[in-house]
């Protein structure tokens, strides 16, 4: 069996600011972004985030991005403030699976 990686960087208003390609990006609302998989994966693969480019030391570690809905063909990430509310944020991934 063949694995695939996918990577991305996705700049808080949904443009990518750079990849490995195979993916894009739909910015759905404050804080919500789906990733569609182009091609799909065969089967759900794994992902794994951070948010990136805050740019001050202010950034807390409860800042932070999750996948609560994971597929073969999409994601959806959510990113968010200290406090646990939904923000736009940069944020980048690593979604590996089976080709």
């Known amino acids: 069996m063949t694995t695939k990686t996918l990577w991305g960087v996705v700049n808080k208003d949904g443009s990518i600011k750079s990849s490995g390609g195979g993916f894009t990006i739909t910015h759905q609302g404050n804080g919500e972004y789906i ?14 985030g951070s948010q990136v480019l805050y740019g001050q030391e202010s950034e807390k570690p409860l800042d932070n991005v999750v996948f609560p ?26 979604a590996i699976g089976p080709d």
């Open 35 to 48: 990733i569609s998989f182009s091609p799909t994966f065969s089967a759900t693969p794994s992902i794994v």
């Open 69 to 94: 809905f994971l597929n073969s063909s999409t994601a959806t990430a959510l990113t968010g403030d200290s406090k646990g509310d939904q923000e736009d944020r940069s944020f980048s991934f690593i």
